[in-house]
């Protein structure tokens, strides 16, 4: 079968949702038996999105093969069973990096390289290249139509058509009808401009998908129907909703699906959404509520927790819980103290990078340790949580991460080029330092051992997970920790490096090197998570009483 193109624009104004409602027309693709997947087109000039504050756009979603991606691409793993790589995220950097790359290698052979061919040409190739084996690939284009910087992309979309053939590509563009409080109406204007913008670059959408707070009449439906050349039921209103996971059946109610199988000749079965029936079920019978802290500092712009608060949010569906999120600051806990935690079933110390917030995130460790409070440390989190065992139970002073102090005497956390360096175990140089010290992302096998909270959790021996860190826990000073009740009970499948850990004098007190958020998703919620939400409730029980 050849592959059939859908791409997905966002007009009027940003953060439309252009992400979950790409997500979620492909869950319906694939749950007619077909082949999907996704690729998100980012106009920015970062190469990847690696080296971007997690407040401007929210969280890095790292990928199986370890590329530091959008958080749509996050969006799209818990939408769909295909896993996102490298190849499913481009950037506008990327782009011009290769082009320039191969213009110095004389590849372009005297031409005068140019945004159309050359940037255009090098958008559809890698375009194609992620379509490839699959029979539908939706492409979503970053930012809003009108901006500067996505014209190469939409340029290169437009072009798309007569390459891959008009009827094997359709052009899906989300728009915003807001309503007016003073005349108590929806207004369609801001929509025909939006379409107008599009047709000014020689775009005609073929599907228009319009989000609004209030309900869009036919008469209004209709109408932009009419301005954008378009048939009625190619004019789809999405209300909004209190859950995510309800937008697949909002559109497949609207026979969405049925419109674009139809439109690409398609011969599947039906959309059957049983296993997402099941996951609203979870989401909405629950039998409690546990309250979660996630003590972090990225919390002005919640997505920088994208993929954890989801992962809570599953962990609460497969216990039936609802599960309330607080974000807090962990700077205020350093300035006003740890009684902000006091109502909190479980804490989370999620990833991170840089000294500020860390006095506030070790004085958080040392209250869950202390009252017994679930504890569930990540990347950061786990290495804030030895290091606060250094201090406190360990009376190791000047105990440190050497990300946050340099010439601490005793870096229980550092990089593994500095391990030996710091302890001066000539011999341990030799055999443990030898493999870079530069970041560890991606996929990594670990070996549970079988003794531990984890292993019951996730009931098998070696698992794999994904990584994104510089620094280790310094497996040269971890037997001094181990002595006093911290616990490795988790190690990379070489044995060299701490993966996870717990404390043996504490209910559950557990914390990975690793990233657990990323592989959880609402039909498959992550063992950890699940474990972490029912120790929440066990906790909030046991208070209760
Ligand atoms: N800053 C720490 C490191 O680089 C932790 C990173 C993280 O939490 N993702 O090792």
Known sequence: MKTNY???????????????????????????GLNVTIMKLDPYINVDSGTISPIQHGEVFVTEDGAETDLDLGHYERFIHTKMTRNNNLTTGRVYSEVLRKERSGYYLGSTIQV???????????????AKNHDIILVEIGGTVGDIESLPFLEAIRQMASNVGREHA???HLTLVPYITVTGE??????????????????????????????????????????CNLPEKAVIPLIDVDSIYKIPFLLKKQNLDEYICNRFKLICNQADLSDWEKVIYEETYTIGKVTIGVIGKYIELPDAYKSIIEALKHGGFKNRLNVNIKL???????LNGVHLLNDLDAILVPGGFGKRGIKGKILTVKYAREN??????????????????????LNIKNANSTEFDEQCDYPIIALITEWCSKSGDI????KDCDFGGTMRVGNQLCRLIKDSLVFNMYKKEIIIERHRHRYEVNNTLISNIEKSGIKVVGRSIDNKLIEVIENSNHPWFVACQFHPEFTSTPRDSHPLFIGFIKAAKKYHSNYIK
């Open 170 to 172: 359709l052009y899906l």
């Open 372 to 393: 017994k409070v679930p504890y569930l440390g990540i990347c950061l989190g786990m290495q804030v949580a030895l290091i606060e065992f250094a201090l406190n139970v």
């Open 328 to 334: 807090i600051d962990s700077e205020k806990i350093e």
């Open 6 to 32: 859908i791409f997905v624009t966002g007009g009027v104004v940003s953060s439309l949702g252009k992400g979950i409602v790409t997500a979620s027309l492909a869950a319906i693709l694939e749950s007619r």
């Open 427 to 430: 011999e341990k140089r030799s």
């Open 116 to 130: 159309i061919p050359h940037i255009t040409n090098e958008i559809k190739e890698r375009i194609i290249y992620c």
């Open 186 to 227: 929806v207004k369609t204007k801001p929509t025909q401009h939006s379409v107008k913008n599009l047709l000014s670059i020689g775009i005609q959408p073929d599907i228009l998908i319009c989000r609004s707070d209030h309900i869009i009449s036919k008469n209004e439906c209709k109408k932009i129907a009419l301005f």
